[in-house]
T-cell receptor, first 111, second 111 residues
Framework: GEDVEQSLFLSVREGDSSVINCTYT??????LYWYKQEPGAGLQLLTYIFSNMDMKQDQRLTVLLNKKDKHLSLRIADTQTGDSAIYFC???????????FGKGTTLSVSS | DAMVIQNPRYQVTQFGKPVTLSCSQTLNHNVMYWYQQKSSQAPKLLFH???????NEADTPDNFQSRRPNTSFCFLDIRSPGLGDAAMYLCATSPGGSGYTFGSGTRLTVV
């Protein structure tokens, strides 16, 4: 089945750009997602990209998709302390419509 | 306006005492999912309903069951909670395509 991998931690300074990386295994994944989770809270959809796109930009967020390498990245421009959270990459699995999640990347932003 | 509502937000139950978690949606989505998220881990799919069709993940323990009496509501029943079942339980809905909406989650503590 689908497997989604992410690096576990990223630490940046306020105002810098953050880049969170993700790899997935199922080349037939049609949609790929980024979710944000703050402590004790549910999952907030940040953005998603369809597999026929290479890039999607939404304000401070840029998603890059390399379908050949099955690599997805999320870039946050001008990172703020409020961006500190866990970021999950997710792919729609082959077997059904459910999302398969990576383990999450903890982003720590220092001022 | 919350569109996927989970109740309660926090639930404390005794070891071995049956507990039910609730999820309701105002989106009229066909598909409803239950995920279990343990501390510092990825959300793990337990099961989902596509309309009335129940789909259980192969590794979901028998201790976990679900009911969907109508489109709007879905329940997660844990028959005999153990200490290892303490987690955040996330409900999500989807129209069967690309969009997923998550509730805020119920944090279950087993004492």
């Amino acid at each position: 089945g689908e497997d989604v991998e992410q690096s576990l931690f990223l630490s940046v300074r306020e105002g810098d750009s953050s880049v969170i990386n993700c790899t997935y295994t199922d080349s037939s994944s049609t949609y790929l997602y980024w979710y944000k989770q703050e402590p004790g809270a549910g999952l907030q959809l940040l953005t998603y990209i369809f597999s026929n796109m290479d890039m999607k930009q939404d304000q401070r967020l840029t998603v890059l998709l390399n379908k050949k390498d099955k690599h997805l990245s999320l870039r946050i421009a001008d990172t703020q302390t409020g961006d500190s959270a866990i970021y999950f990459c997710a792919a729609r699995g082959r077997a059904g419509t459910a999302l398969i999640f990576g383990k999450g990347t903890t982003l720590s932003v220092s001022s | 306006d919350a569109m996927v509502i989970q109740n309660p937000r926090y639930q404390v139950t005794q070891f071995g005492k049956p507990v039910t978690l609730s999820c309701s949606q105002t989106l009229n989505h066909n598909v409803m999912y239950w995920y279990q998220q343990k501390s510092s881990q990825a959300p793990k799919l337990l099961f989902h309903y596509y309309d009335k069709d129940f789909n259980n993940e192969a590794d979901t323990p028998d201790n976990f069951q679900s009911r969907r009496p109508n489109t709007s509501f879905c329940f997660l029943d844990i028959r005999s909670p153990g200490l290892g079942d303490a987690a955040m339980y996330l409900c999500a809905t989807s129209p069967g395509g690309s969009g997923y909406t998550f509730g805020s989650g119920t944090r279950l503590t087993v004492v």
